[in-house]
């Protein structure tokens, strides 16, 4: 059986301890790295963004009643769709994953409107403007919208009159909610392969209240500035969906069955890992088969933690299949989802 204790590996995984007094086991944290939502290949070097959200003409006239009727704010939708481009693109650059990324807008493909996902275009389209824009591949926003929705009352309320006596008032409240609707593709022209199609919806709420209904209105005015905020960080978001991420898993490991188990968790309390390996080693062979599960177990624990995957599946095995510990069952599922993903995570990585 592999034993392994360096800890150099802790700085990367980041591992917390969340003390959990009165049971037989703690529970730990650690940061792992999963795999991007979309893959893109290895081959794709450059990408052109197109903004597709623009109505097509005929639709031009009911997308004009639609922005009456939700109280749309002129060119709002053009210049959210146009923040979110520029979100995506800024993503891109940052992250150097390609070698160039331009914003295309010499090109017409229009959306049906009124916040409709379109059908996919053509690849006989997306292989033309790939070849004109010099690029491997198109991040297209197919469709962006904005609903809003303003909610006036009014309320009435006391105010402090002269010689603090209260006296009737009316207080104006105004609310005013706007849902962002957009819709994102990525084209892979080689493989002829739609890599992502992907929706994406924010609500921004802003209220105002005053003695007078033009101090409630004032909530409105900064509600351009406010979509065009939040319009650039679905698109730094979306462009996201392409990297992969850390997060926090959670594990519970053992704390008692010897006192070498008490030590350990001592140690483990102070980060000194290493050192709860060793006691948890001595353990392994005890002849209670309950104890040497636990330290089995514990085992796999740190070997996960020092991102030594196999080792860890091995001692979850033994401690599931000679010492009979169910958690270790749990656990080896767990491990095996880990392998696959890390496989995925490299692919992606070459």
Not at 136 to 144: E, G, Q, R, T
Not at 226 to 238: D, K, R, T, W
Not at 269 to 283: F, H, I, M, P, V
Not at 314 to 332: F, G, Q, V
Request: glycine share 6%; aromatic share 8%; net charge positive.
């Amino acid at each position: 059986m592999k034993k392994i204790y360096s800890t150099t590996a802790i700085p990367v995984l980041l591992v917390s301890i969340i003390l959990c007094s009165c049971s037989s086991k703690n529970l730990l944290t650690i940061s792992v790295t999963e795999p991007a939502p979309v893959y893109v290949p290895s081959n794709i070097k450059t990408i052109g963004i197109v903004d597709r959200s623009l109505p097509l003409e005929k639709n031009e006239n009911i997308d004009k009643l639609d922005k009456i009727l939700s109280a749309e704010g002129k060119n709002l939708d053009k210049d959210g769709a146009h923040e979110s481009v520029v979100g995506l693109f800024d993503e891109l650059i940052n992250n150097n994953k390609f070698s160039e990324v331009k914003i295309i807008d010499n090109v017409d493909v229009r959306s049906p409107g009124l916040g409709v996902f379109p059908s996919a275009l053509s690849w006989k389209t997306i292989e033309r403007i790939c070849y004109e824009n010099n690029v491997d591949a198109i991040f297209v926003l197919s469709f962006y919208d904005t609903d809003t929705k303003i909610d006036y009352k009014a309320v009435p309320i006391e105010i402090d009159g002269p010689l603090g006596i209260k006296i009737p008032a009316v207080e104006h409240h105004a609310t005013i909610a706007t849902l962002i609707k957009t819709g994102w593709r990525i084209y892979d022209p080689v493989n002829k392969f739609i890599l992502d199609e992907y929706l994406v919806n924010e609500n921004i709420v802003l209220t105002g209240a005053g003695i007078n209904p033009v101090r409630a209105i004032e909530a409105i005015i900064g509600r351009k500035e406010a979509v065009l905020q939040v319009s650039n960080n679905i698109g730094h978001n979306y462009a996201l969906r392409i990297f992969p991420y850390r997060i926090r898993v959670a594990r519970h490991y053992y704390v008692r069955g010897t006192n070498n188990f008490k030590i350990a968790k001592r140690r483990a309390r102070t980060g000194n890992w290493d050192g709860a390996a060793e006691l948890w080693d001595k353990e392994v062979s005890n002849p209670k088969r309950k104890v040497a599960g636990r330290a089995c177990y514990n085992m796999a624990i740190i070997n996960e933690i020092n991102g030594d995957l196999n080792a860890a599946v091995e001692w979850t095995s033994k401690s599931y299949t000679d010492y009979k510990n169910k958690m270790a069952l749990r656990y080896l599922n767990v491990l095996n989802y880990r392998i696959e993903r890390n496989r995925q995570l490299q692919q992606q990585m070459e």
